[in-house]
């Protein structure tokens, strides 16, 4: 397993715990990732950079999504679909990876993670993000 998709995975465990839970606070937030990544310190931020941002985002993430998702609402989606979507989406809408490999990441976290029919609709609605900040930037 790749070793940022491990983060990621950490990540969206932290994003489950907080949509249901509320989130906890950052030093409690750190401390999890900290332990769960053992050690790697490139990681660790990684991963702390991705928590924090798509919290800090999920405003304008979540308005995103939901433009995107038709006939969904996200507050009626899966908690781990609407997760990974909303990791991916930051992750997209603010250049910290390339669309197609966070789709593809998004498409394996729901593989693992998610329902039969997850993958393939975490897919669409993300492909369709991408398709929208594509043809933003190209104008």
């Given amino acids: 397993m790749s070793t940022r998709r491990r983060a990621r995975e ?35 931020g990684f991963a702390i950079d991705l928590l924090e941002g798509t919290l800090s985002h999920l405003e304008g993430v979540d308005k995103q999504l939901n433009a995107l998702a038709n006939n969904w609402k996200l507050s009626r989606m899966a908690v781990v679909d609407r997760n990974i979507m909303r990791l991916a989406a930051y992750e997209m809408m603010n250049d910290v990876t390339p669309g197609r490999v966070a789709i593809n990441e998004a498409v394996l976290l729901a593989k693992r993670y998610g329902e039969a029919n997850s993958p393939r609709f975490v897919n669409g609605i993300l492909d369709r993000l991408l398709k929208q900040l594509e043809s933003k930037s190209s104008q």
């Fill in 10 to 44: 950490i990540v969206l465990q932290m994003l489950y715990e907080a949509d249901l839970n509320g989130s906890r606070d950052s030093e409690a937030m750190h401390r999890f990732v900290r332990s769960r990544m053992q050690g790697r310190r490139a990681l660790t």
